[in-house]
């Protein structure tokens, strides 16, 4: 992160923050029960299929801030007149997203 992203907020409302928040805590609850599952040594693909699971509720959660941040913070950097730069992080956070 350089330090023009450290002085950028988003203020999201506090039901969205909740719920954003509160599938953060069940994914992270998830990585703990595979933790647990590796301690216990559990079949390699009941294992594997946790993860694959983890891995589409963070993708979930990275594809509603997507959304949010292209129906506010890129729409309204458009109509201020800074769509171009916001345009560009935009593509470049869906490459990053995307690998």
Same mark, same amino acid.
């Given at each position: 992160?350089?330090?023009?992203?450290?002085?950028?907020?988003?203020?999201?409302?506090?039901?969205?923050?909740?719920?954003?928040?509160?599938?953060?805590?069940? !994914?992270?609850?998830?990585?703990?029960?595979?933790?647990?599952?590796?301690?216990?040594?559990?079949?390699?693909?009941? !294992?594997?299929?946790?993860?694959?699971?983890?891995?589409?509720?963070?993708?979930?959660?990275?594809?509603?801030?997507?959304?949010?941040?292209?129906?506010?913070?890129?729409?309204?950097?458009?109509?201020?007149?800074?769509?171009?730069?916001?345009?560009?992080?935009?593509?470049?956070?869906?490459?990053?997203?995307?690998?």
């Amino acid at each position: 992160m350089n330090n023009s992203d450290e002085n950028k907020v988003s203020h999201r409302p506090s039901r969205e923050k909740e719920l954003l928040i509160n599938r953060l805590k069940r !994914i992270e609850g998830q990585v703990r029960g595979i933790q647990g599952m590796i301690a216990s040594d559990r079949y390699c693909v009941d !294992i594997l299929t946790q993860i694959s699971a983890i891995n589409a509720a963070l993708n979930k959660v990275g594809l509603q801030l997507l959304e949010k941040h292209t129906q506010h913070c890129v729409s309204n950097a458009i109509k201020e007149g800074n769509g171009e730069e916001m345009i560009q992080e935009l593509m470049d956070v869906f490459k990053r997203f995307s690998k």
